[in-house]
């Protein structure tokens, strides 16, 4: 299996799609501007205590106060807010943990109003972005992931991954990290650790460290809260971080900048492999050209088809997901009722495991499958969403079909689901449901041309149209294209966009910045 990231910057949003043997498994997007990331880290003010909850609620910055629940405040919680005050106290004076006394930790069934006061300053990080009516989810147990390492403040132990499998190997990381980690600072070694070398893990482990103390050295200038102290490096390089492997060929962006971070990231975990980076300059989208802008508008909806015409069909309520698998008009086989519910059933867990890494569907998911009376058929069913579900990184489990044939799936849920409007709204009628003359259009379109380079005086640009119309204005061999090319200069492109409405268009100057030349007329 090979693996591919392609990246798609653009002035207000960031995409990232990962395919696996050219079929689309994720799909993530960032705002440029968004803030609230999983990992940041804020200098925060309690702002009310909830003793019914044994929670608090704490302001961060966002329109709703975020939760801090006391099972998440860590065991050394009282440590660190007494830190905490030390290093606010005294401004000029730089303070180390590793020298610092660990007081006792708090109590497992404790209450928040023992631990806790309204109006103090604590450090907290965001382990779940604001999702629906809710605000952010925190913790004040923080950490600062690596790729080899998590580095967690005021906290001793040293613990490896789970998915190491060899006795003397969890020995020998657990014995060096023992010996190199600062006091005061506790150690989860990952899984990619396994087999590194003593100077990878210290070097990671000293910039670990460093980020740590940049963070205390803006807790000491703060003069306003919230603060953000430390903030989770780009979802580009995080998603980079936990995903890369040998399995991936190649990585295609379409921006200089994003590039130039994405190579120096991937130089220095893995120098052999920076060539992988590539500068992507087409002339079409990225996402157009390397197939993904098709699957995107055929993967998301409420209705998604796979195999022999069978279909799923998902709703999203506040409470949960629910997934319902259809067989469709499938044409049957020479096998029996039961055989065929199998074969939709093992087509539907497929498409499903996919699914929910490319929406990032979390919370509780209930799926209808078609009713299996043999048992060893649910065996079947259950053990193949299993193998299906081993490639996704987020926590889940999975429990075996009911009496009703219903299948549970819990998966961790720490930003919304992804989701994509495949429905598309005329451009051109703005939901009044008539237009003008379609064979118009490409007179409107040389109108448009023709105020750029003449009234505006624009000499290079780009208009990216929708494929079907860049076929019509492309046919011929003297082509509409071309006599625009002539009677109003070559510094005219035309691209064919798949993201596009079938009557829209979108005009682009020089430096891909958008020219915006759309117009509403009421149609009578």
């Known amino acids: 299996m090979t693996s591919e990231l392609v990246i798609d910057v653009q002035p207000k949003e960031i995409s990232i799609a990962i395919t696996e043997d050219k079929c689309l498994v994720e799909l993530q997007g960032e705002g440029r501007s968004s803030s609230f990331s999983v990992g940041n880290i804020y200098l925060a003010r309690v702002k009310k205590l909830m003793p019914g909850l044994n929670?608090?609620?704490?302001?961060?910055?966002?329109?709703?106060?975020?939760?801090?629940?006391?099972?998440?405040?860590?065991?050394?919680?009282?440590s660190q807010t007494k830190f905490v005050k030390q290093v606010l106290s005294d401004r000029k004076k730089t303070f180390s943990i590793s020298k610092t006394s660990i007081l006792p930790d708090i109590e497992k069934d404790g209450s928040i109003s023992n631990t806790l006061k309204g109006g103090m300053e604590v450090l907290v990080q965001i382990v779940k972005e604001p999702i629906s009516t809710k605000g952010p989810r925190l913790t004040s147990e923080l950490s600062f992931a690596g790729r080899y390492l998590v580095l967690i403040p005021f906290n001793d132990k040293v613990s490896v991954s789970q998915k190491i499998k060899s006795g003397a190997e969890r020995a020998r990381l657990k014995q060096l990290l023992q010996s190199i980690k600062p006091k005061n600072f506790g150690v989860i070694v990952r899984t990619v650790a396994e087999g590194k070398r003593v100077a990878e893990l210290d070097s990671e482990l000293k910039l670990l460290v460093k980020h740590w103390e940049d963070a205390i050295a803006k807790v000491q200038k703060t003069q306003k809260f919230p603060t953000l102290i430390y903030e989770e490096t780009s979802r580009t390089v995080a998603l980079l971080r936990d995903l890369f492997n040998p399995s991936f060929e190649s990585i295609?962006?379409?921006?200089?900048?994003?590039?130039?971070?994405?190579?120096?990231?991937?130089?220095?975990?893995?120098?052999?492999?920076?060539?992988?980076?590539k500068l992507y300059k087409g002339p079409l989208p990225i996402f157009d050209n390397f197939a993904i802008t098709k699957q995107i508008k055929s993967s998301f909806g409420k209705t998604v088809s796979y195999k022999s015409g069978a279909y799923l069909i998902i709703e999203h309520t506040e409470a949960l997901h629910v997934v319902d698998v259809n067989s469709g008009n499938r044409a049957k086989g020479t096998n029996s009722q039961e055989g065929n519910a199998l074969e939709v059933n093992l087509g539907a867990a497929d498409e499903l495991a996919r699914q929910l890494r490319l929406r990032d569907m979390g919370g509780i998911i209930v799926v209808d499958f078609i009713d299996m009376t043999d048992a060893a058929?649910?065996?079947?069913?259950?053990?193949?969403?299993?193998?299906?579900?081993?490639?996704?990184?987020?926590?889940?489990?999975?429990?075996?079909?009911?009496?009703?044939?219903?299948?549970?799936?819990?998966?961790?849920?720490?930003?919304?689901?992804?989701?994509?409007?495949?429905?598309?709204?005329?451009?051109?009628c703005h939901g009044t449901g008539k237009i003008k003359s379609s064979i118009l259009f490409t007179d409107t379109l040389e109108s448009k041309i023709d105020y750029l380079v003449n009234s505006l005086k624009v000499k290079n640009f780009s208009l990216n149209i929708h494929p079907y119309i860049y076929a019509y204005v492309n046919q011929g061999l003297v082509s509409l294209k071309r006599k625009w090319q002539i009677k109003y200069g070559f510094g005219i492109k035309i691209i064919p966009n798949q993201k596009l409405a079938f009557l829209e268009y979108l005009f682009y100057d020089s430096q891909g910045e958008e020219i915006d030349m759309k117009e509403e007329i009421e149609i009578k």
Do not use: W
């Not at 910055?61 to 629940?69: I, T």
């Not at 044939?405 to 495949?422: E, F, H, N, W, Y």
């Open 377 to 428: 058929n649910r065996q079947k069913l259950y053990e193949r969403m299993c193998l299906n579900m081993q490639n996704d990184r987020a926590r889940h489990n999975i429990l075996p079909l009911s009496k009703f044939g219903l299948m549970q799936i819990t998966r961790q849920r720490v930003r919304p689901a992804t989701d994509v409007i495949t429905t598309e709204n005329c451009p051109t």
């Open 252 to 277: 295609h962006i379409n921006d200089k900048a994003v590039f130039e971070e994405i190579k120096d990231y991937v130089s220095l975990i893995a120098p052999d492999r920076k060539d992988i980076v």
């Open 55 to 78: 929670a608090c609620f704490v302001d961060v910055g966002y329109e709703k106060d975020a939760f801090l629940h006391y099972l998440d405040l860590g065991p050394q919680v009282n």
